[in-house]
């Protein structure tokens, strides 16, 4: 019964779009992302601005599949609608891979807009699934080696000790797979001063818009490895 009632609303639906694709050159409503970045596993938010058109309910479709109609979703796991200043936004739920590089359509009385969620560098992150990190302190030397899974895009990362930033080389080496990046990176630092009992993290940039920790170490030795100091240092 629900499938019978889903396939006659999208025959409606999709007559409703033929018609505006004839009458309607240009459309009055549009689309855009407004989370930036937009960090795989998280929720991503579409805008439809219908202001145009006042406030007349919205149809959402990925491809050519009808997901929320006029607040209902097919897909309540996935997809929500929720009414805001001059339109509606869809809330796509715990995304995935799957939701980009799709094209999604929002309907509005006789308009329509379709338009790509598409992956790049400069709105799409994926922070790394797994590290493995070895710390290597000598000295006044730091050497951190860091094995990651399923990132995207290549971070640049600085090591920070006590909050004071230092000067940092990094050197990696990734393949790439279904768009992640995984492989090692390799990161070199030299302090003028002692380590005993310091905070050491490293930090990494991905993209221009997102930064984020994922490795630390609290040195309570002068000179330590990773496997002296194992409940200090990730």
Known sequence: MKNDKKCLMLTK?????????????????????TDYPVILGSNVT????????????TTWMRESDVIL???LSFYPDKYTEKE????????????TIKDF?????????????SNLLMINTTNFISLPQHTDIVWTILDRQIFVQINLKR?????????????????TMQQHS?????????????????????????NLTVLCDFGSSY???????ILQNCNVTHEESNDDCK
């Open 13 to 33: 639906i999709i007559f409703v779009h033929a018609a505006a694709a004839w009458t309607q050159p240009s459309s009055k409503i549009y689309w855009k992302d």
């Open 46 to 57: 579409l805008f439809c601005n219908t202001s145009a058109v006042g406030t007349h309910k």
């Open 69 to 71: 109609h006029q607040g």
């Open 84 to 95: 805001v200043t001059d339109g509606f936004n869809l809330i796509i739920v715990n995304s």
């Open 101 to 113: 590089n799709s094209s999604y359509t929002c309907l509005s009385d006789v308009h329509s807009y």
């Open 151 to 167: 990132v995207f895009p290549v971070p640049n990362c600085t090591v920070i000790i006590n909050g004071m930033k230092l000067s």
């Open 174 to 198: 990734f393949s790439i797979k279904d768009v992640f990046y995984h492989g090692t990176l390799n990161i070199t630092s030299r302090t003028q001063n002692k380590m005993c009992e310091r």
């Open 211 to 217: 930064t984020d920790v994922i490795a630390t170490c």
